[in-house]
T-cell receptor, first 113, second 111 residues
Framework: GAGVSQSPSNKVTEKGKDVELRCDPISGHTALYWYRQSLGQGLEFLIYFQGNSAPDKSGLPSDRFSAERTGGSVSTLTIQRTQQEDSAVYLC???????????FGSGTRLTVV | QKEVEQNSGPLSVPEGAIASLNCTYSDRGSQSFFWYRQYSGKSPELIMFIYSNGDKEDGRFTAQLNKASQYVSLLIRDSQPSDSATYLCAVKPNQGGKLIFGQGTELSVKP
């Protein structure tokens, strides 16, 4: 597609429920990244996929968080048993490779109530 | 010490002035440097990147890199109220494929 597409744009969920966030990167971009941004805060790295290499999961805050990337394209970030501290904007980005800048999607605003 | 540091601001400049945004980084082997602009409620947008020491100009924007001092800056000439945003500095370190972002500097351009 023309840009990085994320869905849903907003998600309100009850504490303890599982959520799935989707990212469709720019066609041909081999690298895909997930970050999150809490209100007034900087970008916190979560996970990074590069081609067929094993993902860099070093930023995932707990084992409740997982992500996969199918067919080298679409990625899904799953948060199990959501907690209020998971409330944030989850941003996906893609790039042609690790030495290039990112193009961000518009984000998913997650609110856990 | 944070890996990428920026003054949080807010930095306030009058319309037409030069805005100077600064960033320092800790990994001396860092290879690539990026500036993103983020309007309130929006996602970051790439505006400049620089790989080599010196200056790189693009329209009203100039990125400056000094690897010896581990310092990168962004100058915005003839600042406009539409430049009011948070500016994020991002660095690709020597190891690993992800960018490390600073906390951002909030810029306010007053008419």
């Amino acid at each position: 597609g023309a840009g990085v597409s994320q869905s849903p744009s907003n998600k309100v969920t009850e504490k303890g429920k599982d959520v799935e966030l989707r990212c469709d990167p720019i066609s041909g971009h081999t690298a895909l990244y997930w970050y999150r941004q809490s209100l007034g805060q900087g970008l916190e790295f979560l996970i990074y996929f590069q081609g067929n290499s094993a993902p860099d999961k070093s930023g995932l805050p707990s084992d409740r968080f997982s992500a996969e990337r199918t067919g080298g394209s679409v990625s899904t970030l799953t948060i199990q048993r959501t907690q209020q501290e998971d409330s944030a904007v989850y941003l996906c980005a893609s790039s042609p490779g690790q030495f290039y800048g990112y193009t961000f999607g518009s984000g998913t605003r997650l609110t856990v109530v | 010490q944070k890996e990428v540091e920026q003054n949080s601001g807010p930095l306030s400049v009058p319309e037409g002035a030069i805005a100077s945004l600064n960033c320092t980084y800790s990994d001396r082997g860092s290879q690539s440097f990026f500036w993103y602009r983020q309007y309130s409620g929006k996602s970051p947008e790439l505006i400049m990147f620089i790989y080599s020491n010196g200056d790189k100009e693009d329209g009203r924007f100039t990125a400056q890199l000094n690897k010896a001092s581990q310092y990168v800056s962004l100058l915005i000439r003839d600042s406009q109220p539409s430049d009011s945003a948070t500016y994020l500095c991002a660095v690709k370190p020597n190891q690993g494929g992800k960018l490390i972002f600073g906390q951002g500097t909030e810029l306010s351009v007053k008419p």
